[in-house]
């Protein structure tokens, strides 16, 4: 069956579960008095914002939609009552380097320039390995024995290189500079390694920016998509990213990447017609988790593709442009480093459209999402052995096994958070709390067991850690109000829900979240909501003044420290930036709390009015 097949398949069970409720006598709908009470409470979770045409709007789907106004009174007590925080702000910035006018356009980039750029060969290859380890475990963007090939026949005598393969070279060694293990050194608040990166795309950028697009080759899909990899990775105008995934699936399907491409007949290549397929696959993953973090139904709703899913077979199963056989699928069950592409396109069809569904402006009943939580439960349960949660994996298997679970397991939080908020004026939504509960501590329990293995590249490419971070304080938070039930109370007890458990996850997760900030010198916002929401939440459970002004002192001593760090590390000469994207000043503290959910923008997201140069 064909994704878009599936698609249809999945909108005509909806239409018939809908006119069956009907012609039976149920309503679907909410009462009047009880519709406008929740429609009340769900516009909390969207943010729009702004005055006339200078407005935001993030839908319910993006991660600062789990914030609740209680935490914004506790952060501000917070701040309050530690003055010393404007001091060390105010020393950071005298780190920071003037910032470049966006509006400038970079000059053209020439062979010499993106030759200048390579580092010596010895830096490089540790680099490229790295690429080659993490991020094509899942992307499927380069064909490896290809990309060393040319590497080997390039690397004595750049002057023969090509462009396109320098640029592609930069792309990757900028995806995981910052993962690397290089010694940490700052200018300002951002790392040396991410100025090196943000060098690197942004020479990679204007050379592509520049070239012809009459003679296209696979390397303007592959630039194009590591463009996208390597600015997220890299926290570079972190506005921008949901629009220039849009902009890449259409320049995809400009190209007719969404049709299979068998279509072409005699005029491709089997090697051609493999990496189409996984080029789109790509394409389509990235601007469907960048849509649903931005509060946007995927523009891919409604959209006919019939590419098939990527082969389940290593690069070495096919090996160039000039060879004719087809490439030999492996069974489901078997790892090969395209098997996430291969297993992940299977659930396609139901993301775009829950994407859709959770960015409605109507909210759903009980029993709708219900419905769609069977089905995907019924995706969880048929994902191949290797990739189950809480299976034993290989190293080589486990971004791929994490990434398969969490992509799915984070509907569960977006579908059951609006009626987990209700569950004090409704007991038959304590199961919606409990199912938050329970879907954040596997998400978080997957990060963990990544961090372990210091593999970085998920928590730094998506928002899921902190997504999941936060539903289980908020439910934390809400399990302790007066309104909620004996179940969710009792829940607490529960052997994987313990409270104990609960606050161990959390330490853990900022542990992982304080080495991805000092890597990059960004993501303090998120650092420090988290430990804000963290020590909210333990107030709460040690009610005694003491331990909540504790509390708070923790949650600022938290982020105190990693600034103190980045102080004591600042490059003297630091970097030469001319020409690069500007550092921008990420300090999270001075807020406006006048409207509850006005701070989460300004303070939460970097929305602070000023032009994003980073």
Request: hydrophobic share 40%; aromatic share 10%.
């Amino acid at each position: 069956m064909t994704m878009h097949m599936r698609m249809q398949t999945y909108q005509i069970e909806q239409l018939e579960r809908r006119l069956a409720e009907l012609e039976n006598g149920k309503s679907v709908a909410r009462t009047p008095s009880g519709q406008e009470e929740t429609h009340e409470r769900e516009v909390e979770t969207r943010i729009f914002r702004g005055k006339s045409f200078k407005t935001q709007f993030y839908g319910a789907t993006h991660p600062g939609s789990i914030i609740f106004p209680e935490l914004g009174t506790f952060m501000k007590e917070a701040i309050g009552h530690h003055s010393h925080l404007k001091r060390v702000r105010d020393g950071l910035k005298v780190f920071k380097p003037k910032q470049n006018d966006p509006s400038i356009i970079p000059a053209a980039i020439n062979h010499l320039d993106l030759v200048s750029l390579l580092p010596p060969r010895d830096v490089c290859r540790p680099l490229l390995e790295l690429y080659f380890g993490t991020i094509e475990k899942t992307f499927r963007i380069i064909h490896e024995p290809t990309f060393w090939a040319e590497f080997e026949r390039y690397s004595t005598d750049f002057a023969l290189t090509p462009c396109g393969f320098i640029a592609t070279q930069l792309l990757m060694m900028a995806c995981v500079k910052c993962m690397s293990t290089e010694p940490m050194r700052y200018v300002g608040s951002s790392s040396i390694a991410r100025e090196t990166a943000i060098s690197w795309i942004q020479a990679s950028e204007s050379w592509y920016n520049f070239l012809s697009r009459k003679h296209v080759t696979i390397v303007n899909y592959q630039v194009r998509c590591l463009l996208l990899v390597a600015k997220r990775l890299n926290s570079i105008k972190e506005k921008q990213v949901w629009g220039w995934s849009c902009d890449l699936v259409r320049f995809g399907m400009s190209a007719g990447l969404h049709r299979e491409p068998s279509l072409l007949r005699g005029k491709i290549s089997p090697f051609e017609q493999e990496m189409r397929r996984r080029l789109w696959a790509t394409m389509v993953e990235l601007e469907l988790q960048m849509c649903l973090e931005r509060g946007m139904p995927s523009s891919l709703n409604g959209i006919s593709m019939d590419t098939r899913a990527p082969a389940n077979v290593d690069d070495s199963g096919f090996e160039d442009s000039f060879s004719q056989q087809d490439p030999v699928s492996h069974p489901w069950r078997e790892y090969t480093s395209a098997s996430y592409l291969h297993v992940s396109h299977r659930s396609v069809p139901l993301r775009i459209a829950l994407s859709a569904v959770l960015n409605n402006t109507t909210p759903l009943s009980f029993d709708e999402v219900r419905y769609h939580e069977q089905k995907i439960v019924h995706e969880l349960n048929t994902l191949p052995q290797w990739a189950h949660s809480e299976s034993p994996r290989e190293r080589h298997s486990e971004v791929a096994a994490v990434l398969l679970d969490v992509q799915l397991r984070q509907y569960l939080i977006l579908l059951h958070a609006p009626l987990a908020r209700q569950a004090g004026y409704d007991p038959q939504y304590s199961y919606s709390r409990s199912v938050c509960l329970e879907s954040s501590r596997m998400i978080l329990q997957n990060y963990i067991r990544l961090g372990q293995s210091a593999n970085h590249f998920l928590s730094m490419l998506r928002y899921d850690i902190f997504q999941a971070s936060l539903s289980m304080c908020h439910n934390l938070f809400l399990s302790t109000s007066k309104s909620s039930s004996y179940l969710l109370r009792n829940l607490l007890t529960a052997p994987d829900i313990h409270l104990e458990l609960c606050f161990a996850m959390i330490a853990k997760v900022l542990t992982i979240l304080d080495d991805q900030l000092l890597r990059l010198g960004k993501s303090f916002k998120h650092y420090w909501l988290i430990s804000a929401t963290w020590g909210l939440v333990k107030s709460k459970f040690e009610p005694h003044e003491a331990e909540a002004e504790t509390a708070k002192k923790e949650a600022i001593d938290r982020v105190m420290n990693l600034y103190y760090k980045i102080l004591t590390l600042q490059e003297s000469q630091g970097v030469e930036t001319s020409g690069c994207l500007a550092v921008q000043d990420s300090i999270p503290f001075v807020a406006d709390y006048t409207d509850p959910f006005g701070w989460v923008l300004d303070d939460v997201w970097g929305f602070d009015g000023e032009v994003d140069c980073a």
